[in-house]
């Protein structure tokens, strides 16, 4: 038995020691969001955070995150009356295409921005290079990244949540 602590949620499964997270999140938490892409950490559709760090659950042992925080992208607001800023820029800037990468780019995006509130082009290129997008919107995907890093900064708060 793992104990696994998701979206704030405890989930007793039960796992082979070596199974990805990604498979525990989608199959045994039921848990959607996150993709399944390459099964090898090179697309980034399956980036969640643990202990607030992205990583690519698809390459991630479930055993290997148990008693940590892990983040999905059901996680990142609070209901479903609420958006995190990231995922409010995701809306205005009409950023995804066939929109299945976007769970994983978002991750990444909130990712950087709690790191880094007012990054530079390169280093929302850098940021995001791990996350492949086969649409190829990496246009729009920066450009909401500016919009939720504006709106961090013009923010009276630090709350990230939008009602």
Not at 115 to 144: L, V
């Amino acid at each position: 038995m793992i104990n696994l602590t998701i979206n704030g949620k405890n989930y007793p499964v039960e796992a082979p020691p070596g199974m990805p997270l990604l498979w525990v999140i989608r199959e045994q938490c039921e848990l959607t969001g996150t993709k399944y892409g390459c099964g090898i950490a090179q697309c980034g559709a399956c980036t969640v955070h643990v202990d607030g760090q992205p990583i690519r659950s698809c390459i991630t042992p479930a055993s290997s995150v148990e008693g940590k925080n892990i983040t999905t992208i059901e996680g990142l607001a609070p209901n479903e009356n609420t958006l995190h800023i990231v995922q409010r820029a995701w809306i205005d800037e009409q950023t995804p295409q066939c929109g299945y990468c976007q769970s994983g780019q978002i991750m990444s995006a909130v990712a950087l921005l709690t790191e880094n509130p007012s990054p530079s082009d390169e280093e929302i290129e850098q940021a995001m290079s791990g996350n492949i997008c086969r649409c190829g919107m990496y246009g729009r995907i920066k450009s909401a990244i500016k919009r939720a890093s504006e709106a961090l900064q013009n923010s009276s708060t630090t709350n990230p949540m939008i009602p």
